[in-house]
């Protein structure tokens, strides 16, 4: 409420903000968290929260009259769809030369994305997080990250033969032919929730084509596992549907913090201003960058380092697809949890680890989609714009040059072997690359640069960044686990130091 006193404000509700509120009540602290999405918790009027990939409407994304697939050509043609404007959950944000996807609603990215819960292998953690000891993350984070997320994997055994990972198989015996090495990959998803859908004793979902606008069963959203936790220990509570757009040290102590509260079509129906002790940015990597770049530049935290909004990456991302030989069906029936990449990180010459993705169109189409994570080392920086009253980000299309070579490691042998080719009509008319999107957004207020080696805006005592904008651009697998085990490590030390 408008006025209010709070001890800590979290802005944001996913991976980062959905720890600290948790640990922070663990710890007896009284919360608020404050979230521009909605609460995704009342069916519309189908009965069902969340529509599918097949028929999406107003609920598939943010604020627009069309979808904005990121597959969205088929047969070269655009197949996007009219929706009505809504807040719906997910957004693709556009910048100059980059489309970023990310969730909204009580549980972000969690909403939204494909579950995969990857821990990078060891050997690749310095050149992930350099300031931070591998030791403790992966004795003690990743473990507690992983618990926390309620992280499972596939029954091998039923993987074998269930129609619904035809495609996963085909791309599977199609990497290994030509020497690649393929591994299972874990999920939130409950895999035996799939198992009753394949077996039709429980509602489709993973298996009626949704995911990225949403999951009506299965998935273990973090609105199911931090979030539920969070809130069971009665300290916490989550306000939906409110934007935070300033932040500023407040006339005593602590900090001033003014947010929009708006409607389902994104109009702002009232303007609060609360006074917070202390604030945690985890309004994502776009979301944290975009707010303190703002502040600084307008004066309401001016000694932020100038670093702030620098070290963006987009963890390498890029999509392509194969068409496969007609003995080789992908499937009509897919399951959009991924549960198989193929890895070649290993290789010096372009490292790339390559998740077999689904393509759930519901009919046959003999294609092999892969979500591409690749060790591009180009960097974009945000910066406000006082002509605009927005935030830029200086990211260049070319500059996923490198994450097409690197993939090309992978997918040219492997058509080689299969005498396959790109599919050249699903990202534009005869363009095999998507590379004009990001799901992995990463950067932006790197720690132990922008921040201590904790989260710490030193200059401003009692604000914390505790997303993925404290992670440097790449974490060489699907990113989320590492942004929860940072932000585990990172609420263990400031509850400890600065909450005494
Ligand atoms: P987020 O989860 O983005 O949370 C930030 C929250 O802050 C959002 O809810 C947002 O609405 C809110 N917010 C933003 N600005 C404001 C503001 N001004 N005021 C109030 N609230 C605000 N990663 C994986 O590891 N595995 C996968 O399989 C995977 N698949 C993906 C598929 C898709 C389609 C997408 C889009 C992403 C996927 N990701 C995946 C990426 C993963 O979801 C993100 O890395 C992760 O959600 C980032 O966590 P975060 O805590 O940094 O921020």
Redesign the pocket.
């Known amino acids: 409420t408008d006025g209010a006193q709070l001890p800590v404000l979290v ?7 959905a720890v600290a509120a948790l640990r922070l009540a663990q710890a007896g602290q009284n919360v608020a968290i ?4 909605m609460s995704w918790t009342t069916a519309g009027s189908d009965g069902k929260i969340f529509c599918n990939m097949l028929s999406p409407d107003g609920r598939s994304y943010w604020l627009r009259t069309t979808t904005d697939q ?1 597959v969205s050509y088929f047969m070269g043609a655009s197949y996007n769809k009219s929706i009505s404007s809504y807040t719906g959950v ?1 957004d693709s944000e556009h910048f100059s030369q980059i489309r970023i ?5 009580i ?4 909403l ?7 821990t990078p292998k060891q050997q690749y953690f310095g050149s992930i997080l350099p300031s931070v000891d591998p030791a403790e993350m992966y004795n003690t984070y990743y473990p507690r990250a992983n618990a926390g997320l309620r992280v499972n994997n596939v029954d091998q055994t039923w993987f074998e033969s269930a129609s619904c990972y035809q495609f996963a198989r085909v791309g599977r015996k199609t990497a290994q032919a030509s020497g690649f090495t393929t591994t299972f990959v874990p999920n939130v998803y409950d895999f035996n929730y799939m198992k009753q859908e394949l077996a039709n004793t429980a509602p489709r979902s993973a298996l009626n084509a949704e995911v ?1 606008y949403g999951n009506n069963y299965g998935k273990n959203s973090l609105d199911k596992t931090y979030l539920a936790d969070a809130m069971a220990t009665g300290k916490v509570t989550i306000t939906p549907q ?4 300033s932040v500023a040290p407040a006339a005593g102590t602590g900090y001033t913090v003014t ?1 929009n509260q708006i409607d389902t079509s994104g109009n702002t129906v009232a303007t609060k201003t609360v006074t917070a002790q202390k604030v945690f940015f ?4 776009v ?1 944290t960058s975009k ?1 303190l770049v703002t502040q600084k530049a307008t004066g309401k935290l001016p000694n932020l380092p100038s670093t702030v909004g620098t070290g963006w990456g987009n963890n390498g991302n890029v999509m392509v697809a194969r068409q496969n030989q007609a003995w080789d069906a992908t499937g009509s029936l897919q399951s959009c949890i ?1 549960v198989m990449g193929i890895d070649n990180w290993a290789d010096t010459g372009g490292p790339a680890f390559a998740e077999i993705s689904p393509f759930p169109a519901g009919i046959e189409t003999f294609a092999s989609l892969y979500l591409a994570i690749t060790q591009n080392p180009n960097r974009g920086t945000f910066s406000y714009n006082s002509g605009t009253g927005g935030v830029d980000l200086n990211w260049q299309q070319a500059w996923n040059g490198v994450g097409i070579a690197a993939a090309k490691r992978i997918f040219d042998p492997i058509n080689a072997k299969q005498a396959t080719v790109y599919r050249t009509d699903l990202f534009g008319s005869n363009k095999v690359w998507g590379d004009d999107f990001a ?4 950067g932006g207020c790197v720690l132990n640069q922008s921040t201590d080696n904790y989260g710490r805006l030193q200059s401003y005592p009692g604000l914390y960044v505790i ?3 404290l992670i440097p651009g790449c974490t060489t697998v ?4 590492t ?1 929860t085990a940072l932000a585990e490590r990172n609420i263990e030390n400031i509850i400890a130091n600065d909450f005494k």
């Open positions: 802005i944001g509700s996913g991976y980062g903000g404050v979230e521009k999405g990121p997910l996807y990310q969730g909204r609603g549980g972000g990215g969690s939204v994305n494909g579950g995969m819960a990857v990225i409110h934007v935070v757009t947010m985890a309004a994502g990597s979301g707010l991924p799901y992995h957004p990463l997303d993925g904008s699907n990113p989320f686990v942004i």
